[in-house]
């Protein structure tokens, strides 16, 4: 006699089975045990943990050199000439991230003289070009320290070294600090400089400089302003043109 056929059915399952349900968590996973009551495990994070934030954390090169930076300057008499050979030997070796960190944990804290020497060390690096915005950054640190000799020092550098950039929001950011530290001699400086060279900005900075001028006093460089305004509305609102 012959044996009978085996089925090509799977033997039924006798064992504790796991049935994946719809739901708006896809880490759910309902195990139904024979006989057993149902237990829902819910797989989740470990810690309450957020991701971390671009800027935040130092590295430890970056660590690192913001203290020795402060070691050095509390050296006394020969402070000036420790802070210097930390800038030369040790802020020379860092990444161009670390050294963008190590300068805004030093604007952060106010350290300004040393933020300062890091700034001027790092418009020497060779993948310097000029940012407005880190022009921005550190004048808000020297005017919160009330050092205005230095801002207008920076302003001077910037107009020196600027050879042409079209980063409005860097332009609209600098032009804020600027006016929020009361500086409308150095306003009208980096505006009448940039327009030279043919740099003029979109039509929010346009505003910015508008207000704050006449927030300062400074009515008829306003009205320049203004005046700018509607011409490079007639132009078409070109963020840059022919320089002057």
């Not at 708006?24 to 470990?46: D, M």
């Not at 006016?179 to 030279?196: L, N, P, Q, S, T």
């Not at 306003?222 to 070109?238: K, P, S």
């Amino acid at each position: 006699m012959a044996a009978p056929a085996s089925s090509l059915l799977p033997n039924p399952v006798t064992g504790p089975r796991a049935v994946t349900r719809p739901s708006a968590c896809p880490s759910t996973v309902r195990y139904e045990p024979r006989g057993l009551p149902s237990l829902l495990v819910v797989c989740g994070p470990r810690d309450n943990r957020g991701p971390l934030v671009r800027g935040r954390t130092l590295s430890t090169e970056a660590i690192l050199a913001v203290q020795a930076l402060k070691r050095a300057a509390a050296a006394g008499d020969d402070a000036a000439s420790k802070v210097d050979q930390v800038v030369s030997k040790t802020l020379v070796r860092l990444i161009k991230s670390d050294l963008l960190a190590a300068l805004a944990e030093l604007q952060r804290q106010d350290q300004w003289p040393l933020a300062l020497k890091v700034f001027v060390a790092m418009r020497r690096e060779i993948w310097y070009s000029v940012d407005y915005a880190s022009y921005a950054q550190m004048i808000a640190t020297l005017a919160r320290n009330g050092m205005t000799a230095e801002i207008d020092d920076l302003v001077s550098d910037l107009l020196e070294e600027d050879r042409g950039n079209d980063d409005v929001r860097g332009y609209a950011r600098l032009m804020k600090v600027l006016i929020a530290a009361g500086k409308g001699e150095a306003v009208k400086d980096v505006y009448r400089g940039m327009k030279r060279r043919g740099f003029l900005g979109d039509e929010y900075s346009f505003k910015i400089l508008s207000k704050g001028l006449r927030r300062l006093g400074e009515r008829e460089a306003a009205d320049e302003v203004d005046g700018d305004y509607a011409t490079w509305c007639d132009n078409g609102g070109r963020t840059r043109v022919s320089a002057v």
